[in-house]
């Protein structure tokens, strides 16, 4: 059915899609998608950022192109080989400012749209984030990373001046002094600074021993703006507690707008000046909780939450042009909507298929951006290609790219299927979904893939998977779905697991693994688990509970709950959050949700893999697991990813190697 609509709506012939053949891992470098669009305020145009990954670079390329959005003709703007971000359009649309590695560091670039020509504004020592305009055009401001001057606390006498001694101890005495993905942390801290849009001296407006930035608002007369900071003294006991400020740029002067326990940020000010919103919520230290839309009246003070009976969190949000109403974008059973949110009133939806951000695993994301009008551009989710761009206008909704139809002509991308379970738990429903092979026939028996999600508060949805779809694509049934924990269902749904992960999860897995094997096309004697961070602790869990699949691959996997609190870089977080105390304090209850505890139990053939250079789930957790697996005589392997984070996908050939790895894997023990 999917071929001959396919051939309906393209022309081609049902004898030229008949030679498409299953993706091939080299088809990674074939992927494109669109990431940050941004709606010009008349709504006639869409500059975006097209990503494509680059073969000999082995890394993303993204280059400016733009979208007219009555014609939706496409054309580049700029195409340098560079990584290009950020693109945000100055208040009267005449120019457009953008950041690019083009020179060999992130700068700020500026585009003047009536020449079309382009040129660097900055030459900063780090990489700016947070960009903004002021409104009269003359500024842009942004937050970077600022070195701080820490000296050495000791002196070693006898240095000769030409020596081979080794390098100086390095000497830490911050919380936080490792981050995944960044490795570990020179002393300084991020700070905002103003810089003349023609280019020239930033200027440093924040100061202090405190990270600033994020979404930076600015008042309707260019003197002010907004931002949020955690500047609490103690951020050992208040890792979550920022507010949001307002700064005055001829004195610089800082005042505090908001002030409860809890996240305040991503300020925004209406076009009239009146009202404040941001995004946040009330503390209560639990696993999950979520974000949820604020409105302060800067005259009289009030405060309204206008989302609290969504129970949803709220990813981003915009002010309509009329200042009376918000558009606010969240996932709702794993789908990305878009509703326009009145100040006062009832909410209406009005796009439901905003995502495609996430490209290696079906996670749930995208973005959008709103013209004074209203129309809105977004990120289109799908099942069978990467994020598109469209736009929805006056009710309707239309596809403005397709940037991956070559691929979806030459390769026969695997269909899916939504299906929900009921949880022999509690017989809450359990969403999930089924990626077919290629040729798949229901008559016959397949072998089975349970792929599980990490986080654990994070979605999956009905979104293109290039890892789960590779999997595929080598004759497997790939299983994925939404366990208790998940979220996009509602603040319950997700602390289910909280203080308790995992738990029941566990049974909400294998009641979707039944499932699915009842369907009648999965061979029972054939079922193969994995996943990855909050998956793979699952997926070593499921080994440890079961011995009813033929492998498992684990990546990167928590295996001691009681090692991983003490060495992952958010310790100070997830001390807090996940646990109702610290390590030495409840051992007993660290130990009881950690695989290691039930190592004893496993049978099952199980490989690992990690990341070498992972601060999130050290490879440390890999290695424990691999030695006590060594150690019982079980089939054991242990796959590391030199260079790699806990995003093993950022490299296009570490998003090969993954499910080439676990496929061969799952191949040994498979009939």
């Known amino acids: 059915m999917k071929t001959a609509v396919f051939a309906a709506i393209s022309g081609i012939s049902l004898s030229a899609i008949a030679t498409q053949q299953p993706l091939q891992y080299e088809d990674v470098f074939q992927l494109e998608f669109v990431s940050e669009p941004q709606i010009s305020s008349n709504g006639d145009q869409v500059v975006f950022v097209r990503n494509r990954f680059d073969q000999a670079l082995d890394k993303r390329i993204g280059s400016l192109w733009l979208s007219e959005t009555k014609t939706g003709q496409l054309r580049p703007l700029v195409s340098e080989q560079a990584d290009i971000s950020s693109p945000l359009w100055s208040e009267d649309g005449k120019k457009l400012a953008f950041i690019s590695s083009a020179s060999g560091k992130q700068q700020i670039h500026i585009r003047w749209m009536d020449n079309g020509q382009s040129g660097q504004v900055s030459h900063l020592p780090a990489t700016p984030t947070g960009l903004s305009w002021s409104p009269d055009g003359k500024w842009l401001a942004f937050s970077m990373f600022t070195p701080k001057k820490v000296a050495s606390p000791v002196t070693l006498p006898g240095k000769p001046e030409k020596n081979d001694w080794a390098k100086a101890p390095v000497y830490i005495d911050t919380m936080q002094y490792r981050a995944d993905g960044r490795g570990y942390l ?130 981003s949000f915009s002010w309509s042009g009329d200042s009376d109403a918000l558009y606010i974008q969240y996932d709702d059973e794993a789908q990305g909507k878009i509703a326009l949110q009145p100040l006062n009133g009832k909410r209406k939806v009005l796009v439901d298929q905003v995502g495609g951000s996430s490209y290696s695993r079906p996670y749930t994301g995208g973005s959008f951006t709103v013209s004074e009008d209203g129309d809105i551009a977004y990120t289109q989710m799908s099942t069978q290609a990467p994020a598109e761009l469209a736009l929805w206008q006056d009710g309707k909704k239309k596809q403005l790219t397709e940037l991956n139809k070559d691929l979806q002509l030459s390769r026969d991308i695997g269909e899916v299927e939504e299906f929900w379970v009921t949880s022999s738990v509690d017989q809450r429903k359990l969403q999930s979904w089924l990626i077919l092979p290629p040729n798949f026939d229901k008559t016959k028996k397949y072998p089975l893939i349970l792929e599980i999600h990490g986080g654990p508060h994070t979605a999956y949805g009905p979104v293109f998977a290039m890892e789960l779809q590779l999997m595929a694509a080598q004759g497997y049934v790939v299983l994925y779905t939404n366990p208790r924990g998940s979220t996009s269902y509602g603040m319950e749904f997700a602390n289910l697991i909280h203080h308790k992960f995992p738990s029941e999860d566990y049974n909400d897995l294998m009641d979707v693994v039944d499932a699915t094997v009842a369907k009648g096309f999965i061979d029972a004697e054939q079922l193969f688990v994995t996943g990855g961070s909050g998956g793979g602790l699952l997926t070593s869990w499921i080994v440890g509970h079961t011995d009813r699949f033929k492998a498992a691959v684990a990546v990167n996997p928590v295996i001691n709950w009681f090692s991983f609190v003490l060495n992952a870089d958010m310790y100070n977080y997830f001390s807090q959050y996940w646990f109702p105390g610290m390590p030495w304090e409840k051992p007993e209850h660290y130990l009881k949700y950690s695989p290691i505890s039930y190592v004893g139990n496993v049978k099952t053939p199980t490989m690992l893999m990690t990341g070498e250079s992972d601060h999130r789930t050290p490879i440390s957790e890999t290695e424990q697991f691999y030695q006590a697996l060594q150690l019982r005589g079980v089939e054991t392997a242990m796959v590391r990813i030199p260079g790699a984070s806990h995003g093993i996908h950022i490299r296009p050939s570490n998003m090969m190697a993954k499910p080439a790895y676990i496929t061969y894997w799952f191949n040994k023990y498979k009939k």
């Open 186 to 315: 020179p002393a300084g801290y991020r700070h905002i600074y103003l810089m003349a849009a023609e280019g020239g001296t930033p200027i440093q407006l924040t100061s202090g021993d405190f990270d600033h930035g994020g979404e930076i608002s600015w008042q309707n007369d260019s003197k002010a703006f907004y931002f949020s900071a955690n500047r609490q003294s103690d951020k050992r006991a208040q890792a979550q507690n920022s507010e949001v400020y307002k700064l005055t740029i001829a004195d610089k002067n800082l005042t505090q707008v908001t002030d409860r326990f809890g996240p305040d940020h991503s300020p925004a000010l209406s076009s009239d000046g009146k009202w404040l919103a941001y995004l946040g919520y009330d503390d209560k230290k639990l696993a999950h909780q979520a974000d949820q839309l604020y409105v302060k009246n800067l005259q009289s003070g009030e405060v309204k939450a206008l989302t609290t009976d969504l129970d949803r969190a709220i990813d």
